[in-house]
């Protein structure tokens, strides 16, 4: 079965520094594209930043370009997020998923209908 673990969420003061990762198991991550979303209590979730299967092509919601970094390592089936500049609206649960192979980069990657397999998420708080 598929699985995803995120971990490396915790506790940061406004303008701190975070780095998530997410490791995949029970399918071969070289074939997935894969986001990063979060969810803020009693908000919808939304995602913040997509890469190719092979890492060639970012995305990033606008709200946190220039702070936030995708990256990946297929061959440790590893997913990371850089989180820089932590804001206090950066609050909440942040999960790693697998986006369907059905669709391509010219469609729409943030957005989490696109995406098959979730991990449980970790939480990220930024306090002030």
């Known amino acids: 079965q598929a699985q995803l673990v995120e971990s490396g969420g915790g506790l940061v003061q406004s303008g701190g520094s975070l780095r998530l990762s997410c490791v995949a198991s029970?399918?071969?991550?070289?074939?997935?594209?894969m986001g990063w979303f979060r969810q803020a209590p009693g908000k919808e979730r939304e995602g913040v930043s997509y890469?190719?299967?092979?890492?060639?092509?970012?995305i990033y919601a606008d709200s946190v370009k220039g702070r936030f970094t995708i990256s990946r390592d297929n061959k440790k089936h590893m997913v990371y997020l850089q989180i820089d500049s932590l804001k206090p609206e950066d609050t909440g649960v942040y999960y790693c998923?697998?986006?369907?192979?059905?669709?391509?980069?010219?469609?729409?990657?943030?957005?989490?209908?696109?995406?098959?397999?979730w991990g449980q998420g970790t939480q990220v708080t930024v306090g002030s």
């Open positions: 998923a697998a986006r369907s192979l059905v669709y391509s980069d010219d469609d729409s990657p943030l957005n989490p209908f696109e995406y098959d397999y």
């Open positions: 029970g399918f071969t991550v070289d074939y997935y594209g």
């Open positions: 890469i190719s299967n092979s890492g060639e092509t970012t």
